[in-house]
Nanobody
Framework: QVDVVESGGGSVQTGGSLRLSCAASSDTYEPFCIGWFRQAPGKEREGVAAIRRDDATGYADSVKGRFTIARDNTKNTAYLQMDNLRPDDTATYYC????????????????????WGKGTQVTISS
């Protein structure tokens, strides 16, 4: 079992920045993949960014150059730095953890993620 808890959401204006944190707690497991997903009202959930244990990363095209994912393996924590935010970034952001190795991670596919947080709201106003 891995407990996943997100923090850091909030409301900012267009062009602003937010930093999300994801703490993945487990007495037994070390996550292979930590990823961020988001879901806006009326839209499907989409992968945003993910990072493997070796610090390799993957990003959705819509956030490349604006978002940066990083992780601290000593704390099983991942961070999503979001800069130059736009109104279409408004969504509930979910952190997810995958324990198994595989290509799902850097392609940010939800099928490989086994544990999910409850989400944190990000709202960008114009």
């Amino acid at each position: 079992q891995v407990d996943v808890v997100e923090s850091g959401g909030g409301s900012v204006q267009t062009g602003g920045s937010l930093r999300l944190s994801c703490a993945a707690s487990s007495d037994t497991y070390e996550p292979f993949c930590i990823g961020w997903f988001r879901q806006a009202p009326g839209k499907e959930r989409e992968g945003v960014a993910a990072i493997r244990r070796d610090d390799a990363t993957g990003y959705a095209d819509s956030v490349k150059g604006r978002f940066t994912i990083a992780r601290d393996n000593t704390k099983n924590t991942a961070y999503l730095q979001m800069d130059n935010l736009r109104p279409d970034d408004t969504a509930t952001y979910y952190c997810a953890v995958g324990l198994s190795t595989g290509g799902y991670c850097l392609t940010i596919r939800s099928f490989g993620m086994e544990f999910w947080g409850k989400g944190t709201q990000v709202t960008i106003s114009s």
